[in-house]
């Protein structure tokens, strides 16, 4: 029996039976190291699963912060009495510690390399191998060299790459890449009239293409910009669906006071969401993870009612096509001074987005990417992520600065230091201390991909990640 586990409900629901870290160790929603404590208890079905899988599986290791990874070895270690790492089960990591770290709010660089589980007691005792083969830009060896290139150890802090590739196509205005975007291609219709012309919006480039921002507030004017451009292509009234906000403590708030508050808590709807036929969304919550409406789901827009939005799931996954309803839905607000609530559609607009949100999905090949480097990032591996959504580097398009033909990237070395001095490949005869019948053959172990996967693996092994197809 295997458990698959992910950070988030969308990179779970690319694995068979996979489920959030939360659900399947109980992890609570704390930041306060006293009160993390798994919630499981021994006669839940997730507790009993615990006890009886041989194998445990976490996805995009590298956005698990210390925290949660401590608070999962105690649970294996409680529900199964054993007081071994993680019960002395098979567990298996996968992830790129070149890519995003735990999000640590108004973390500085020191905060976050300690959220990491390079710092975990249990990190020097895992053993780890690197994948070497990329799969998602093996057909473009230049730009597959570039990405490599921002993901170096060689680099600490703030650095500029090498110039840009041929490929790459640049702009200085987000006017200009919107035009790319939106004017650029023939496949778009004209007019929604039939169900049929929904599933032709939804394959149309502009609907495969990934938008890229380094922070939260250009990635809202970008989504902004090109929401409208696409609305006004086809020819699509604006429905504006307002919220409910009732404060629950602190005094009488004014309700634009209350939407400033709200609109800085990315996780929540904003005060008025401006939708219409053919609007491309995104879930806000797990919805239904069991039929792919989980936080992250894209969804196509086919109509706008007082309390309910019918959508179709456009996310590639197996639920792509389906038809869904969603209803408003209740979120508490809460900060330092006051408490409120919001009613609202548990969706945002999703034209544009920031690097966060994109970590772990792909470019189709008849899409493009478009990153908006007017501004620095502020955190590390956002301009590696940014980059390596893409396939090759003509579908990498650039909103830059004036002159200038270089990527500002920012890297810790802590972390790219971490998975780039591992072993590779292991060696052919080594003992995994498990049943013959469990282990693959040294070569069949280096060469598996997210294709051919298959869930045999050694025990206790991290998986290096060059990059998730």
Known sequence: MVLTSAPSALAASLHMGGTTCHKCFGLPVTNDREKRVSLLSARSYQGSALRLCDML????????????????????????GVDKPFAGKVLLCCGEFAQLPPVVPNGLRPDIISASCVSHPLWPSIKKF????RWRNADDKAFQNFCDALASDKHDGFFESHKFLPGFRTCTTSKTAVDTLVGGFRDFPSKIQTSEDFNSLANTSIYKSVVAAY????????????????????????????????????????????EEIADKHHQIPPTT???????????????????????????????????????????DSEFNGNI?????????????????????????????????????????????????????????????????RARTCTQVVLITNPNSN???CLTYKELTFASSTLVCPPP??????????????????VSVSDDSYDGHHPSGVLLEEAEED
């Open 324 to 388: 869904e309803t969603l209803f408003r839905f209740k979120f508490d607000v809460t900060s330092k001074a006051l408490e409120f609530s919001r009613i609202q559609f548990p969706v945002a607009t999703a034209f544009a987005g920031t690097v966060h949100r994109f970590q772990g999905q792909s470019v189709p090949k008849i899409g493009l990417l478009i990153i908006d480097q007017r501004k620095s990032p502020f955190c590390h591996g956002q301009t590696y992520v940014a980059y390596t």
């Open 215 to 258: 922070h939260h507030n250009s990635a809202i004017e970008l989504d902004f910009e090109i929401a409208q451009r696409v609305r006004r292509r086809l020819g699509e009234d604006e429905i504006l669906c307002h919220s409910s906000d009732t404060a629950t403590k602190g005094c009488l708030l004014t309700p634009e006071f209350m």
């Open 406 to 408: 270089t990527s500002v």
């Open 57 to 80: 599986i976490i996805d995009e290791f590298s956005m698990i912060d210390i925290l949660s990874f401590d608070c999962a070895d105690r649970a294996c270690r409680d529900m199964c």
């Open 428 to 445: 052919q005869n080594i003992n995994w201390g498990l049943d013959e019948d469990m282990v693959l053959p040294a070569q069949e172990f």
């Open 130 to 133: 690197q994948l070497h083969k």
């Open 273 to 315: 969401l401006r939708l219409f036929r053919g609007c491309k969304i995104r879930l806000l919550r797990n919805f239904y993870p069991s039929r792919g409406l989980c936080n992250g789901t894209l969804l196509l827009v086919r109509k706008v009612g007082r309390h309910f939005l019918e959508c179709q799931i456009i996310s």
